[in-house]
T-cell receptor
Framework: AQSVTQLGSHVSVSEGALVLLRCNYS??????LFWYVQYPNQGLQLLLK??????LVKGINGFEAEFKKSETSFHLTKPSAHMSDAAEYFC????????????FGPGTSLSVIP | DVKVTQSSRYLVKRTGEKVFLECVQD?????MFWYRQDPGLGLRLIYF???????EKGDIPEGYSVSREKKERFSLILESASTNQTSMYLC????????????FGDGTRLSIL
């Protein structure tokens, strides 16, 4: 079985500060990992994905994430927060098995303080 | 670019009504999903489908059914709407046997009065 945990349901950072959103996963098979962002009253939009190629993955809007197998982590970072980054962020895991469900973490709400 | 279209952004219905939420995708994806999203609970899978006329229950199927008569369309049905089904409903699609992500619609915010 697969699972995802996201430490911190709410994270606040100052504009220009480092953004760090934590994601840890559990999977008995090699995982595929995703970060999604959700702006108010919208669906989820893909930020980036890890699919067993490079362990450091760059995404849209300046975000990146590093896959660390030994720590079973896939934390999301951005060097400098912008006001427009305020949103809900979801980490998700799936695998190569057929028609597998995608397991989502509970989400982290990011606030950016001017 | 993949497009997942949900028929309504906002919907208000009455208790006991039969409610249909429609979702259409234009990328010939095998897998389609229905989630509900509630504050503090994240996304919870209601049903998913891996082919036409095929469906699997997710984590919270009670009170819901689904229909997939055509590959591009996946419908969620509330047989007899209740107030505890007031929520945001999200549809997604994805290729099967793939490392590709899900693609989401914009969601339907459903209120049951």
């Amino acid at each position: 079985a697969q699972s995802v945990t996201q430490l911190g349901s709410h994270v606040s950072v100052s504009e220009g500060a480092l953004v760090l959103l934590r994601c840890n996963y559990s999977s008995s098979v090699p995982p595929y990992l995703f970060w999604y962002v959700q702006y108010p009253n919208q669906g989820l939009q893909l930020l980036l994905k890890y699919t067993s190629a490079a362990t450091l993955v760059k995404g849209i809007n300046g975000f990146e994430a590093e896959f660390k197998k030994s720590e079973t982590s896939f934390h999301l970072t951005k060097p400098s927060a912008h006001m427009s980054d305020a949103a809900e962020y979801f980490c998700a895991v799936t695998s190569k098995t057929s028609y597998d469900k995608v397991i989502f973490g509970p989400g982290t709400s990011l606030s950016v303080i001017p | 670019d993949v497009k997942v279209t949900q028929s309504s952004r906002y919907l208000v219905k009455r208790t006991g009504e039969k409610v249909f939420l429609e979702c259409v995708q234009d990328m010939d994806h095998e897998n389609m999903f229905w989630y509900r999203q509630d504050p503090g609970l994240g996304l919870r899978l209601i049903y998913f489908s891996y082919d036409v006329k095929m469906k699997e229950k997710g984590d919270i199927p009670e009170g819901y059914s689904v229909s997939r008569e055509k590959k591009e369309r996946f419908s969620l049905i509330l047989e007899s709407a209740s107030t505890n089904q007031t929520s945001m409903y999200l549809c997604a699609s994805r290729e099967m046997y793939s490392n590709q992500p899900q693609h989401f619609g914009d969601g339907t915010r459903l209120s049951i009065l």
